[in-house]
């Protein structure tokens, strides 16, 4: 049943996604994917995991400290806008605020208190870049992008050529792309590309304190848990989930569902099939196992070799 | 011996805390916790774990290059705080900073330059929110808490529901509450509740770039050392260590005393008990050593296997 | 043959160092290290790991929205800088950047929009301080230093004495120095010395949401990659690569020209010396390919185990 046919059903206002699919009812506390729930009033330290909660036609909202997302349209007397960059409509620009030369910020788009975009970056609509998100020159970014606090979009690369005695910097000066309805974490980095584009896909959703390096590819309804570190040039197909702390080495290639564990790693160049994957270096979470649980029979076979040896050695004295 | 006494024993003046306990004195570059040490005067590179020093009464701090942590009391003309936001006596706020509507700073608070504090935030006494850290609506913070630079209170959880061909964000709408005596390390992450609350108890301190999701629970005197990540709805009870880039799975619980060693992995639901953990997954000290140990054995074993195959193999031809 | 020569050859103009060896020549999605390659036209999604490019005379740059990187040098309305601090020729300071007391400045460097300078530090020539990044008071930064955006210099490190029931804080009054030619990723945090310094040797690099704990010695001409934590005390020397996801145990030594692999682990007090290193805890990359060849090998010893065994018994009956 979807949630807007349970809101039928009981005759109540439906709140978020109509169409979210329940299919049990739950206890709040241990309610998961798939649950349908009640609550009665927020209490401290009430949690769900629930997909769907029916509350009270007069349940407070405001018990539960709802952040109030939607701010009134405003351009802060302090925020510094370039003069030809394009704002539009109902536009929310809070405190010290800076946007640069050349740049549009689409309808609906909230950049809240501290938020700065450079020069020639192009934002889409109904986007929110929280306080101290920053998105650099040449940058572009989609429509309904979430980008919390601290975000930085746009830093150089990570590329150096040994010269001898030193370490001359290469050239990053591509840029990132990121598409619609995608939403990244708190103080996560996105490098632009040394040349041409890091590009995250549309839906995407990325965790706090990941890095992505530049010209890495992500595909559309990627997941990635947070401080997983992905190096430069990979390619993270369509639809993968990837665990948080996992290590990707530059040059891999995610194929399309596959499912990284969290903490794996990934050697450069690597190509990871469809599937469940584990470990450093990952592999198959079925080989996984089976290695981890040999691996506690280790002790075993030491035994098993010692008792070998000795009714060896005790024929041989015969 | 504590410092009070030591300090009446050299009639000294006593800087920091009266009951630090010595039981050793020890060379300054050598000492460590609990030794008494002596020094001269700051030198460049000087540096020392000791638990207390003597020095001079003429000893030129302002060699060390102290930060000056105690700010006037001043309120910048430049900060933008809410008309019904209730400041303390003594506070200090820097140059760029934002206060939010129904907000309360309690007395003698640093707001550094370019902290931002949303609105319906509680921050308690004599606390330092460090420059360009931000603490979003709703979030509640007890008194002498040190949030360092780039702290990100009570950003968006990380939850979706899959729906066909896309996620559907699970509302992120509970609060992030940090009791008293509270640091938290620089560009360290505690996102808010999705329902119900994320909370850091008393006397809690959390390295730089540590990730703590949602409706996650630590306890009171809990060290948890830089890089680690904690996942949504996981509990550490009171008086646990853990070290630096240690993961952790959603719903486990990290029982009251455990110590958990660097980079170890913590499965989700996994109950760690008292005791020192190691490894990924985690497991008691002892026999991640003893599972080492053995690895480092397995060459030898597949040569006592070649040995004993050679063997069985002469015999049978005898 | 060098970038110089090329350069000559086709009579065209070099942008860029005129040292760089090429040797080879390749096509410019394939090209790496050391090859030459050719843009006809920047399109989105190009990419190279060419270390030299030719392109026609007409190249639209803005193609490549290159960053601008000079900023003509202003110093904004908005930016707070203390009275007595000393700003050098041709410094450009941006919206909403801060500069303490006693701090100066020297020629030609940038504080882009936000970028935040304390008390008492020095800042060399020709840096670039990205927005909202932050260099607490005393530290010192050298000449042509790159401070990618949220990067924390000079928090406090993490140290505590335990007291009883409550952790006490270990003053952390030393300082961080910073020498030449260093780059450092986007939300990086470099702590100051609890006595004494931090210190960032001349023309090392350090990747994005790296932790650098207090009293840390980097040496000159090191690299490290992304997500990377080293803990107090440790020593890296001259020229070492260090991957990305590596931790380092506290007072451990990385001896000149060590390489460590992605995802290492040092222990604490361990030195580590010349040569590949990798795993954790670390080992040289031989033994680890070794160690892992094994591992995949112990299905096999376990069946061999079996076959012996039921061999033996099948003796015995005999």
Not at 50 to 74: G, T, Y
Not at 170 to 198: K, S
Not at 234 to 257: K, L, N, P, Y
């Amino acid at each position: 049943m979807t949630s807007h046919e349970i809101a039928s059903i009981v005759k109540g206002e439906l709140h978020g996604s109509s169409d979210i699919m329940v299919d049990r009812v739950a206890e709040i506390t241990r309610a998961g994917e798939g649950d349908l729930s009640f609550l009665d009033k927020a209490s401290p330290g009430s949690t769900t995991s629930a997909s769907c909660i029916l509350v009270s036609l007069d349940f407070e909202h405001d018990a539960l400290n709802v952040p109030a997302i939607i701010k009134v349209p405003e351009i802060h007397s302090s925020a510094v806008i370039a003069l030809d960059a394009k704002i539009g409509a109902g536009v929310f620009i809070g405190a010290f605020c800076c946007v640069g030369e050349s740049t549009s910020i689409g309808e609906g788009t909230q950049l809240r208190a501290g938020a700065k975009v450079g020069d020639k970056v192009s934002i889409g609509q109904n986007c929110v870049l929280h306080p101290n998100s920053f998105v650099d020159d040449g940058c572009s970014i989609g429509d309904n992008v979430i980008l919390h606090s601290g975000v930085v979009i746009g830093a150089d690369g990570f590329g150096y050529v040994r010269d001898k005695d030193r370490y001359v910097k290469f050239p990053q000066i591509g840029t990132v792309v990121i598409e619609d309805d995608v939403e990244i974490g708190a103080n996560t980095c996105i490098d632009r590309g040394a040349l041409g584009e890091t590009q995250i896909g549309a839906g995407t959703k990325i965790d706090n304190l990941v890095q992505i390096a530049h010209n890495v590819q992500i595909g559309k309804r990627v997941v990635i848990a947070a401080q997983t570190g992905v190096s430069g040039s990979t390619i993270i197909e369509d639809d993968c989930v990837i665990g948080g702390q996992v290590g990707m080495g530059d040059h891999a290639r995610v194929q399309s569902g596959a499912v990284i564990g969290s903490q794996a790693g990934v050697l450069p160049g690597k190509i990871v099939r469809r599937g469940v994957w584990w470990g450093t270096p990952v592999q198959p979470l079925d080989e996984y196992k089976r290695q981890n649980a040999h691996l506690k029979g280790i002790g075993r076979i030491k035994e098993d070799i010692a008792i070998i040896k000795k009714r060896l050695s005790e024929e041989k004295k015969k």
